[in-house]
């Protein structure tokens, strides 16, 4: 039986990749941070069977130990603060957690294996945010990096550590740049979920305005579920890499908007949707594009699910927890 360690087992795709794990047959360690997470629960109902260890990805000791208990075949890295609007707020936090936390894992697998490099394979949960002020279109493995945001900048400097760790120590340490992906697991901050479970809320008469920054940024949005799939594949290849993970599609705010409220049976949003400037960011990512050609041609992945079924399946899921809810 294999044994995972997923950091940020909390979070969206860290429930995801929990549950792909435990059905390939898996014994998955979360490592997961804080007293009482109140999000332990959740992981606990959708992905059972996971064991749970308690640490911070600042807190290299805590990182050691949790190897140790685990004895770990894969290390998925996807712990983070991923809220780009509030890493301007925390970059000093930021950097420690998205950009040091990924050193302070490599580091603890270097401990770890000894002479036996490439024993532990290694990913890290990079990100399209890194492109930032775009220099290519679409963005490939190649292009160059010009993030926009402190978490950005965090991200880039854990993205070439992982490479860096590759080149140095011949350690099996694989990089997903993943563009957005979301799910009904998605945090409410972000903007999908945001709008999803407004329009849900609205329809149910439960809200009456939704707040929001840029309309007009343009995203590749594909689906959680489809994308740990990648991650996966990724540490099962003989050689590590880096590989872009997207749908090669890009579309609006205002597309997310249309196909919600549609899925509600609201063709005019204009009367619900209200522009505030306190969520415009000090510098956008206006719009990203991935070309994942590689991660289709060398591991076979393709995504399965499409923008809008993705968009109606949260709209979907939001209508369903909002009317037990209330
Ligand atoms: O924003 C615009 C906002 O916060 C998307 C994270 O998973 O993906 C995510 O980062 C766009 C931005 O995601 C609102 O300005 C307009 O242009 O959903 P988001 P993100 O910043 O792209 C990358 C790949 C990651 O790695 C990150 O961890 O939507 N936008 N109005 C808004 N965004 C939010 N959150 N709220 C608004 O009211």
């Given at each position: 039986?294999?044994?995972a360690?997923?950091?940020?087992?909390?979070?969206q795709?860290?429930?995801y990749l929990t549950?792909?794990?435990?059905?390939?047959?898996y014994?998955?360690?979360g490592?997961v941070?804080?007293?009482?997470?109140?999000?332990?629960?959740?992981?606990?109902?959708n992905?059972?069977?996971v064991?749970?260890?308690?640490?911070?990805?600042?807190?290299?000791p805590?990182?050691?130990?949790?190897?140790e208990?685990s004895?770990?075949?894969e290390?998925?890295n996807?712990?983070a603060?991923?809220?780009?609007?509030?890493?301007w707020?925390t970059?000093?936090?930021?950097?420690d957690?998205t950009g040091?936390?990924?050193l302070?894992?490599l580091?603890?697998i270097?401990?770890?294996?000894?002479?036996?490099?490439g024993?532990i394979?290694?990913?890290?949960?990079?990100?399209?945010?890194?492109?930032g002020?775009v220099?290519q279109?679409p963005?490939?493995e190649s292009?160059l990096?010009w993030?926009?945001s402190?978490?950005?900048?965090a991200k880039a400097?854990g993205?070439?550590?992982?490479?860096?760790?590759?080149e140095?120590?011949?350690?099996h340490?694989?990089?997903?740049i993943?563009?957005?992906?979301?799910?009904?697991?998605?945090?409410?901050?972000f903007?999908?979920?945001?709008?999803t479970?407004?329009?849900?809320?609205?329809?149910?008469?439960?809200?009456?305005?939704?707040?929001?920054?840029?309309?007009?940024a343009?995203?590749?949005?594909g689906?959680a579920g489809d994308?740990?799939?990648?991650m996966w594949?990724?540490?099962q290849?003989d050689?590590?890499?880096?590989?872009v993970?997207?749908?090669?599609?890009?579309?609006?705010?205002?597309?997310l908007?249309?196909?919600?409220?549609?899925?509600?049976?609201?063709?005019?949003?204009?009367?619900y949707?209200?522009?505030?400037?306190?969520?415009?960011?000090?510098?956008?990512v206006d719009?990203?594009?991935?070309?994942?050609?590689?991660?289709?041609?060398?591991?076979?992945?393709?995504r399965?699910?499409?923008f809008?079924?993705?968009v109606?399946?949260?709209?979907?899921?939001?209508?369903?927890?909002?009317s037990?809810?209330?």
């Amino acid at each position: 039986m294999k044994r995972a360690l997923v950091t940020g087992a909390t979070g969206q795709d860290g429930i995801y990749l929990t549950r792909l794990l435990l059905d390939k047959g898996y014994e998955v360690y979360g490592f997961v941070r804080g007293q009482s997470n109140p999000r332990i629960p959740a992981l606990l109902d959708n992905a059972p069977g996971v064991k749970i260890l308690k640490g911070d990805l600042t807190d290299q000791p805590s990182i050691i130990r949790a190897i140790e208990a685990s004895q770990p075949d894969e290390v998925y890295n996807l712990g983070a603060i991923s809220y780009v609007a509030y890493s301007w707020e925390t970059a000093h936090l930021t950097s420690d957690v998205t950009g040091k936390g990924v050193l302070n894992v490599l580091e603890a697998i270097r401990l770890a294996e000894g002479k036996d490099s490439g024993r532990i394979r290694f990913y890290q949960a990079s990100s399209s945010e890194m492109f930032g002020k775009v220099q290519q279109i679409p963005q490939t493995e190649s292009t160059l990096l010009w993030p926009r945001s402190p978490y950005g900048v965090a991200k880039a400097f854990g993205h070439h550590m992982t490479i860096n760790y590759r080149e140095s120590y011949g350690m099996h340490a694989s990089s997903g740049i993943l563009f957005n992906h979301e799910s009904p697991f998605r945090g409410q901050e972000f903007v999908t979920r945001k709008i999803t479970s407004a329009v849900a809320r609205i329809s149910l008469g439960l809200q009456h305005e939704l707040r929001l920054g840029n309309f007009d940024a343009q995203r590749d949005w594909g689906f959680a579920g489809d994308y740990v799939q990648a991650m996966w594949l990724m540490l099962q290849q003989d050689e590590p890499d880096d590989y872009v993970v997207a749908t090669g599609e890009m579309h609006s705010v205002r597309d997310l908007l249309d196909i919600s409220f549609a899925r509600v049976g609201i063709d005019n949003w204009d009367r619900y949707v209200v522009q505030d400037s306190s969520f415009l960011r000090p510098a956008e990512v206006d719009q990203l594009l991935g070309d994942a050609s590689k991660a289709q041609s060398v591991l076979g992945w393709k995504r399965e699910t499409g923008f809008q079924e993705l968009v109606e399946m949260m709209v979907d899921s939001d209508l369903q927890f909002y009317s037990v809810k209330g």
